[in-house]
């Protein structure tokens, strides 16, 4: 009796080692896979923030893209395909307002005299400076564009014909008037302007015709 009391007492005794030893490995599987899941969230949120990142990059990279597809290099301004949009919405809005408004076709008298005898740098450099002038005459709410070559187009909201050749005559003025000195020698520039009002019925090509 004394011998199976013993040997009960031994095998209770080693069932609770077995048990422990059991809630122990059970624990530590626990533990690893709960580190293993931290380690594995952080990841995810580290890969997270690296994607997010990358895409606020590429993102930003392709806005860029967008804007200097819509710009011209030589001149900054706005080009023929940002004008066209712009004129567009214009469009819109007569729809909506009725409110007139005015493109303006500009040419620059002489241009091709400058770039024969001088070259192109001093042609580039009275390209520039037009435009600069030309920014710097319009109100906040008017659009210059380079519309190819030594043409320009100005777009003028809420502007009908009187208007138009008001603003026309005070930037043919500036134009001629400014010293454009090039490379020590000054070069006469002198602009062209012709206007074309959108009427009620009409088109964007009719107008732009009527400038031209």
């Not at 380690?39 to 923030?49: D, P, S």
């Amino acid at each position: 009796i004394a011998a199976l009391a013993l040997a009960k007492g031994r095998n209770q005794r080693n069932f609770l080692f077995f048990v422990a030893l059991l809630v122990l490995l059970l624990a530590g599987v626990l533990f690893r896979n709960i580190r293993n899941k931290a380690r594995a969230n952080r990841w995810l949120e580290e890969a997270n923030g690296r994607i997010v990142a990358q895409q606020g990059k590429l993102e930003k990279a392709y806005r860029l893209m967008e804007e200097l597809a819509r710009r011209d290099q030589l001149t900054d301004l706005p080009n023929r395909r940002a004008a066209l949009e712009e004129i567009e919405r214009e469009e819109k809005r007569f729809q909506r307002s009725q409110k007139p408004f005015t493109l303006v076709m500009a040419d620059l008298d002489g241009f091709k005299a400058v770039n024969d005898s001088l070259g192109h740098d001093a042609g580039d450099f009275v390209l520039k400076t037009a435009a600069t002038l030309l920014s710097g005459s319009l109100r906040a709410q008017d659009l210059v564009a380079r519309w190819g070559g030594d043409e320009f187009l100005l777009l003028l909201p809420e502007t009908d014909a009187e208007g138009a050749c008001i603003i026309c005559a005070a930037i043919a003025e500036k134009i001629s008037g400014h010293d454009f000195a090039f490379q020590g020698r000054r070069l006469h520039v002198a602009i062209s302007m012709g206007t074309g009002t959108f009427r009620s019925g009409g088109t964007i090509a009719e107008c732009l015709r009527e400038a031209d």
